[in-house]
Antibody
């Protein structure tokens, strides 16, 4: 069974950097490189926001226009892990961040448990 | 950019009710539409993909219909476990988006 395990909750101050992770298990190494991994933000009490997707096989990335330039997605296929990174966090970046495996036509069939990011001075 | 809307935003219903949620796209997304269920403090779970295909392990009381710009998610007999928030997602291109969500609450 494919599972996505995300890194733990983080607390940062505005202007600080952060990198969170999403490790796949139950894949063969080949399989991790064959599925896009997506990132989804959910601010407290709000809906789901599609941030973008990365294809670990060749690091092809498609960002939502709303998140282009605000975050960086990357992946390390040797450890079946995808990353989401900020260079300079803002209070408005606070929220729960989910990674998810993009299946076939484009829906997400497997989700991580979420990483809570809190940015506060 | 294709905009997604859902109606209603909140729905009050009783156990055993038939419930229908509508998702509309501002332009055609063919059948590239999924439905998710999310409970408080949990990750979303896919219910329906490609507009009408039931995801593995999802009870048959859930069904999806539609194509183009209008889609529905129907729960034929609402169960206590179904009180949650439901989101549609379009994925007609590499860039995707979710609808704003519909909260199904106990009447």
């Amino acid at each position: 069974e494919v599972q996505l395990l995300q890194s733990g909750a983080e607390m940062r101050k505005p202007g600080e950097s952060l990198k969170i992770s999403c490790q796949g298990s139950g894949y063969t190494q080949y399989s991790f490189t064959s599925y896009w991994i997506g990132w989804v933000r959910q601010r407290p009490g709000k809906g789901l926001e599609w941030m973008g997707i990365i294809y670990p096989g060749d690091s092809d990335i498609r960002y939502s226009p709303s998140f282009q330039g605000q975050v960086t997605m990357s992946a390390d296929t040797s450890i079946s892990t995808a990353y989401l990174q900020w260079n300079s966090l803002q209070v408005s970046d606070s929220g729960m961040y989910y990674c998810a495996r993009r299946k076939g036509s484009g829906y997400f069939d497997t989700w991580g448990q979420g990483t809570l990011v809190t940015v506060s001075s | 950019d294709i905009q997604m809307t859902q109606s209603p935003s909140t729905l009050s219903a009783s156990v055993g009710d038939r419930v229908t949620i509508t998702c509309r796209a501002s332009q055609s997304v063919s059948t590239y539409l999924a439905w998710y269920q999310q409970k408080p403090g949990k990750a979303p779970k896919v219910l329906i993909y490609d507009a009408s295909n039931l995801a593995t392990g999802v009870p048959s009381r859930f069904s999806g219909h539609g194509s183009g710009t209008e889609f529905t998610l129907t729960i034929t007999s609402l169960q206590p476990d179904d009180f949650a928030t439901y989101y549609c997602q379009r994925y007609s291109s590499y860039l995707s988006a979710f609808g704003p969500g519909t909260q199904v609450e106990i009447k």
